[in-house]
């Protein structure tokens, strides 16, 4: 079994930072991708950034310049750095990996998601 367990999250005021971590633990062979969803009330879940094993990241462009994704490969964690806080960045925010289970299966993991308020 693995559990991705996400930090950080909390009321923060519009133009300020936040900065989410997410470690991965439990029974796996690799850690391949990791990113970050958010899921504001009544929208679908969206991918805001991703980052391959090598470093490659993917962010959209709605949050392109003010997120950055970073991850320590040593300690399966993935961060999410968030910059000049909008209202519209409220979201419940969600750590999520793909990875290859000890048996070679590819397998897809979610975390328990934090929530970020803003306040403006």
């Known amino acids: 079994q693995v559990q991705l367990v996400e930090s950080g999250g909390g009321l923060v005021q519009a133009g300020g930072s936040l900065r989410l971590s997410c470690a991965a633990s439990?029974?796996?062979?690799?850690?391949?991708?990791m990113a970050w969803y958010r899921q504001a009330p009544g929208k679908q879940r969206e991918l805001i950034a991703a980052?391959?094993?090598?470093?490659?990241?993917n962010y959209p462009d709605s949050v392109k310049g003010r997120f950055t994704i970073s991850r320590d490969n040593a300690k399966n964690t993935v961060n999410l750095q968030i910059s000049s806080l909008k209202p519209e960045d409220a979201a419940v925010y969600y750590c999520?990996?793909?990875?290859?289970?000890?048996?070679?299966?590819?397998?897809?993991?979610w975390g328990q998601g934090t929530q970020v308020t803003v306040s403006s």
């Open positions: 999520a990996a793909n990875g290859t289970t000890w048996y070679g299966n590819d397998d897809h993991w």
């Open positions: 980052i391959t094993s090598g470093g490659s990241t």
């Open positions: 439990g029974d796996f062979f690799s850690i391949n991708a």
